[in-house]
């Protein structure tokens, strides 16, 4: 009888086991994005080489982070905890200050696509009239250096090569004019102006327009402030 009753706590502990094996437990609060299957339908494993859906899709809410593609160029300049700003499309031309929380430790080689190192931004202060959403497309701009209260031009207006080259509008002869310019800090936006220019002076951006080359009469359409 002893030995009937071990046989039946092993039964009994086999069953549990069984039991316990067809529960999924998340290992993190969060939301159910997305479950896979129907009721009483059996989830196998995904044969080699055919991926199949996660049978639940759940979205920890708690800790939102960006994860954006750099270019190889400038993966050397990024450094863990360095200042980024983020935008979202969702929120307009609202920015965020964030910082840098990973480096992957490896380049991304994807066919037809520029060699890109991942790395992943935190909000440091989440918006409070509007809950983040998983998926949100962003743009993220890493801050590597600062220069105070320096002069600058939109990088549009350069002419990359050798000598970096600026076409201006002179005032007192209105004619247009090149000069060679030495720069600092730039991005896609805006270029420091170590020397060439002055505060004030009238800088082209419309380089491919026709026309426009040195020696050439113009006339100023808009003025931009910042230049």
Request: net charge negative; aromatic share 4%; hydrophobic share 45%.
């Amino acid at each position: 009888a002893r030995a009937t009753a071990r046989v039946s706590a092993a039964r009994l502990g086999v069953a549990e086991a069984e039991l316990e094996r067809t529960r999924l437990t998340a290992p993190f609060a969060g939301v159910v994005a997305e479950v896979s299957g129907e009721l009483n339908e059996y989830v196998t494993p995904s044969p080699p080489g055919i991926p199949t859906p996660p049978a639940v899709d759940l979205i920890d809410d708690s800790c939102f982070y960006i994860s954006a593609p750099i270019d190889e160029v400038d993966a050397a300049k990024v450094r863990l905890g360095l200042d980024a700003r983020v935008t979202l499309d969702a929120f307009g031309e609202r920015s965020f200050a964030g910082s840098v929380r990973r480096i992957a430790p490896y380049v991304l080689d994807q066919e037809k696509q520029a060699r890109t190192v991942e790395v992943e931004v935190v909000i440091a202060r989440p918006p409070e009239d509007s809950p983040l959403l998983a998926g949100y497309s962003a743009d993220v701009e890493i801050i590597v250096d600062r220069a105070e209260n320096a002069l600058h031009i939109p990088t549009a207006a350069i002419r990359p090569g050798e000598q970096a080259l600026v076409m201006l509008l002179e005032a007192d002869t209105g004619l247009l004019a090149e000069r060679a310019v030495e720069t600092g800090l730039a991005n896609w936006d805006r270029t420091q102006i170590l020397s060439g220019l002055e505060e004030g002076d009238l800088v082209v951006l419309s380089l491919d327009r026709e026309g426009v080359a040195a020696g050439q009469p113009a006339i100023a359409e808009d003025q931009d402030s910042g230049s």
